[in-house]
């Protein structure tokens, strides 16, 4: 069975600095796909960026880039330059046909 | 991008009646949909996966009597809580995927559901 782990329950970080999210995940699949979504407080979830197992490169998205190290079988979630707006829960997922969820991460970001 | 709605996304029903969330995917055809449970301030729950013109594949310990879905076209899956009590309270989101060969899943804005 797959498993997500994110360890940081809650991040702070100051208006302009970037964050780092982490998540580590367990899999047997040969082929996955890592996903980070963002849930603000209205609750829809936002797609935010997705690494497929077999992607050479780093995805990146704008401010947001995934730091994947498949080897220790992590994929974590930096964000540069941390608006106001980027406050939320922060999902890490896994998964081939069926998605795995991470506990999440509230992120706050201070002005 | 793909775009899901869900309605309605907010419901509030008295104990012992049903209700049906909608859930749509408004600009591409999704031959798979799923359910998710989300309790206040924790992660979401995977409920069951509903296929177009089959039966919903329902996670270990979701009643499928009481959670019924039904994906009747490629656009609109219902999941209807039968029988509502106050623990069935919680934020319902459906997504969908877009084609097979994809990983990536579309997701609604969620039904907020309260029971009194």
């Known amino acids: 069975a797959q498993k997500i782990t994110q360890t940081q329950p809650g991040m702070f970080v100051q208006e302009k600095e970037a964050v780092t999210l982490d998540c580590t995940y367990d899999t047997s699949d040969p082929s996955y796909g890592l996903f980070w979504y963002k849930q603000p407080s209205s609750g829809e979830m936002i797609f935010l960026i997705y690494?497929?197992?077999?992607?050479?490169q780093n995805a990146t998205e704008g401010r947001y880039s995934l730091n994947f190290q498949k080897a220790r079988k992590s994929a974590n979630l930096v964000i540069s330059a941390s608006q106001l707006g980027d406050s939320a829960m922060y999902f890490c997922l896994s998964g081939s046909e069926k998605l795995v969820f991470g506990k999440g991460t509230k992120l706050t970001v201070n002005p | 991008g793909a775009v899901v709605s869900q309605h309605p996304s907010r419901v509030i029903c008295k104990s012992g009646t049903s209700v049906k969330i909608e859930c749509r995917s408004l600009?591409?055809?999704?031959?798979?949909m799923f359910w998710y449970r989300q309790f206040p301030k924790q992660s979401l729950m995977l409920m069951a996966t509903s296929n177009e013109g089959s039966k919903a594949t329902y996670e270990q310990g979701v009643e499928k009597d009481k959670f019924l879905i039904n994906h009747a076209s490629l656009t609109l899956s219902t999941l209807t809580v039968t029988s509502a009590h106050p623990e069935d309270s919680s934020f319902y989101i459906c997504?969908?995927?877009?084609?097979?060969?994809?990983?990536?899943?579309?997701f609604g804005p969620g039904t907020r559901l309260t029971v009194t």
């Open positions: 997504s969908a995927v877009a084609g097979e060969g994809t990983y990536e899943q579309y």
């Open positions: 600009d591409f055809q999704a031959t798979t």
């Open positions: 690494q497929g197992s077999y992607d050479q």
